[in-house]
């Protein structure tokens, strides 16, 4: 694209001798490198009225009420993130919490949540949180599979009957019509891992037809149970038999026992794009995962009905040895107890191995009695730099974070994946970056207005010095603010000046809408 394209006139006349002069716009920003999310970059400016941006071009001569001098910095869409845990966050009484300032001080302005499964059927009420209880950024909400199965079946290890069947793709399709994004599962996950194939695509089924992406945290990305290869295959044959798009959540190749199997996964994906599906994935760029001790250790037979048979089963002196065997195995593919640093809890920073060694106990006995108090959240240490690389120089794969508490990809994803593996390691390029954490996701996903800087699009925008952009997070201080972000603009409010939290709550609740007809 030509750089003359980029840029807007307000009227035709204006170029003329004579003309009017050109309406004043609220907000210029001016003689940044501006990246618009589809076109290269070049050195220009951006306005902005109300909550729409008015032109994008080198030099614009347009009065404004205020001018930010945007020179040596990047100047981008505001970053989108497919995959949060940002529920509670987004409705907590607390105004200061509803900011989310983690996202705010990366650039990201926009949120996905109810991912891996979790996403509450009631989405009018989710969507409708933020009218009373305003939000620092936009996001959208999935359905997911795991309150759906609960409330339908329960914790039980078991197929739905018909009519339990019937139940759940109601509540799916009241979902959608409601305004969820599409349909979310977190296989891996118990009771949604007793869920066969053909529940998961009947489910699937009332989504697609309502418009609706499948997201899935897949059945296994590691070698718990059928296997990485064969779960992203399944998460490939839910989207081809369910006619949607599928989305894998967090792609990687976790433990020991999987390692290395990034280029046969990135086969199997480009197989299915090739054959005419849609196929995508997110990633976050840190090598551990977020997960729990029980999520991470404990065999799936063993959490059949929920924590309080699990009890059950730990105090079961006939099921000792077969909870040791497997918890040892699923130690081992984690990569051993020195790999799992518990982030939550009395033993908070301390890994599992630095717990036995304290308790005078083993790994196993270890693990087994902080479960019994709780289900602490820990960073499983489990993927390689080269797998990580591979995925990432994928151009389907979307920056996203993952964010969990106790994790410090809840501050710093879309900062570390620049400073990282932009500047650093220059596994991509910076115009790669910013695509693939504005665009492709926009595109993706179907958001229309976001996700790009071009007339008439939502006022969404970073600016950041890509001298200073880096994480500051870690994972003995998940919570520490990322650097570098000089202003950011939330639907044309500005949310972020002079690198300090303006205080500006002007996110909104984006309802996805179904297709015409679709819906009563």
Same mark, same amino acid.
């Given at each position: 694209m030509k750089l003359s394209r980029l840029t807007f006139l307000v009227s035709a006349s204006l170029s003329s001798l004579g003309a009017a002069p050109a309406p004043q716009v609220d907000l210029l920003i001016r003689g940044g490198t501006v990246f618009t999310g589809s076109a290269a970059p070049f050195r220009g400016d951006v306005a902005i009225s109300e909550d729409r941006i008015r032109a994008v071009g080198r030099r614009l001569s347009l009065p404004a009420r205020r001018t930010i001098d945007a020179r040596g910095?990047?100047?981008? *869409?505001?970053?989108?993130?497919? $995959?949060?845990?940002?529920?509670?966050?987004?409705?907590?009484?607390?105004?200061?919490?509803?900011?989310?300032?983690?996202?705010?001080?990366?650039?990201?302005?926009?949120?996905?949540?109810?991912?891996?499964?979790?996403?509450? &059927?009631?989405?009018a009420a989710v969507l409708g949180s933020a009218g009373g209880k305003p939000v620092g950024v936009n996001f959208a909400t999935y359905v997911g599979l795991d309150p759906v199965r609960k409330q339908v079946i329960g914790e039980g290890d078991r197929a739905p009957t018909a009519a339990e069947l019937a139940r759940m793709k109601s509540l799916i399709a009241s979902a959608m019509c409601q305004g969820a994004l599409g349909f979310s599962t977190g296989l891996f996950y118990a009771p949604q891992s007793f869920a066969k194939t053909d529940e998961v695509v009947a489910l699937a089924r009332e989504a697609a037809l309502r418009g609706g992406v499948?997201?899935? $945290?897949?059945?296994?990305?590691?070698?718990?149970?059928?296997g990485l290869a064969a779960a992203v295959d399944e998460a490939i044959a839910v989207g081809r038999e369910a006619r949607m798009p599928v989305n894998i959540s967090h792609i990687k190749a976790l433990g020991v026992d999987v390692q290395g199997q990034a280029p046969a996964i990135i086969a199997k994906v480009e197989a299915a794009q090739h054959a005419g599906q849609k196929? /995508?994935?997110?990633?976050?760029?840190?090598?551990?995962?977020?997960?729990?001790?029980?999520?991470?250790?404990? &065999?799936?037979?063993?959490?059949?009905g929920g924590r309080p048979a699990l009890l059950k089963r730990l105090d079961d002196p006939a099921l000792r040895e077969r909870?040791?065997?497997?918890?040892?195995?699923?130690?081992?593919?984690?990569?051993?107890?020195?790999?799992?640093?518990?982030?939550?809890?009395?033993?908070?920073?301390?890994?599992?191995?630095?717990v036995a060694k304290v308790r005078g106990l083993d790994p196993i006995a270890a693990a087994t009695a902080l479960i019994r108090v709780q289900d602490s959240a820990v960073a499983s240490f489990n993927q390689t730099e080269a797998d990580i690389a591979a995925f990432m120089r994928r151009p389907w794969v979307m920056t996203g974070s993952d964010a969990s508490a106790g994790h410090p990809r809840a501050y710093g994803s879309f900062a570390r994946k620049y400073r990282e593996y932009v500047v650093a390691r220059k596994v991509i390029a910076l115009r790669d970056f910013v695509e693939r954490s504005t665009s492709l996701t926009a595109d993706t996903f179907g958001l229309a207005g976001r996700g790009r800087l071009r007339p008439g699009a939502y006022a969404d925008i970073v600016v950041?010095? *890509?001298?200073?952009?880096?994480?500051?997070?870690?994972?003995?201080? &998940?919570?520490?603010?990322?650097?570098?972000?000089? /202003?950011?603009?939330?639907?044309?409010?500005?949310?972020v000046d002079g690198g300090a939290l303006t205080g500006a709550a002007a996110g909104r609740a984006l309802a996805h809408a179904p297709p015409r007809g679709t819906c009563p």
């Open positions: 910095m990047i100047v981008a *869409p505001g970053f989108i993130d497919p $995959h949060t845990h940002a529920g509670e966050q987004l409705a907590s009484d607390d105004r200061q919490v509803r900011l989310i300032p983690g996202f705010l001080m990366q650039g990201v302005t926009t949120a996905f949540i109810g991912n891996d499964g979790r996403g509450s &059927p009631d989405v499948y997201d899935s $945290h897949i059945r296994d990305e590691s070698s718990y149970n059928v196929v /995508t994935a997110d990633q976050y760029p840190w090598s551990a995962s977020g997960t729990s001790l029980v999520s991470s250790l404990i &065999p799936l037979w063993a959490q059949d909870l040791r065997s497997g918890v040892a195995d699923n130690m081992r593919r984690r990569g051993g107890a020195a790999s799992l640093l518990i982030t939550q809890g009395a033993e908070k920073g301390k890994t599992l191995a630095d950041f010095d *890509p001298k200073r952009f880096a994480e500051r997070s870690t994972y003995e201080q &998940p919570t520490l603010l990322a650097t570098g972000v000089r /202003t950011v603009l939330v639907n044309g409010v500005v949310a």
